[in-house]
């Protein structure tokens, strides 16, 4: 897998932490929405976005994946993402 700040290093380095999801306002969003956030994941087939950890560095960044091949797409910084973006397939 490619470590945006690490180049190409072997997939055993890395740990998945689930899909992104834009962060609601935490003083405007009801305890439901909340939990919803936290707790529920969309589990898409298809090309997902998610957060990813270089072990060894703790470094964290996002991969684009596609789910039902389990090819990652590309991967880049988390300060690169504008949480308004929209993934495109």
């Known amino acids: 897998m490619h470590c945006p700040l690490n180049g190409p290093r ?18 405007k969003t009801s305890d439901k929405d909340w939990a919803e956030y936290v707790w ?14 270089h072990t060894p560095t703790n470094y964290w960044f996002i ?11 590309r991967t880049y910084p988390s ?5 308004s973006e929209e993934l495109r397939s």
């Not at 991969?63 to 797409?73: F, P, Q, W």
């Not at 300060?79 to 949480?83: I, K, Q």
Request: charged share 25%; hydrophobic share 35%.
């Open 79 to 83: 300060e690169d993402l504008r949480p």
């Open 63 to 73: 991969a684009e994946r596609n789910t039902v091949t389990d090819e990652i797409l």
């Open 40 to 53: 529920l994941a969309n589990n898409a087939a298809g090309v997902v976005r998610e957060w990813w950890c």
């Open 10 to 27: 072997n997939i055993s380095e890395f740990i998945c932490y689930g899909e992104f999801h834009n962060h609601p306002d935490p003083d």
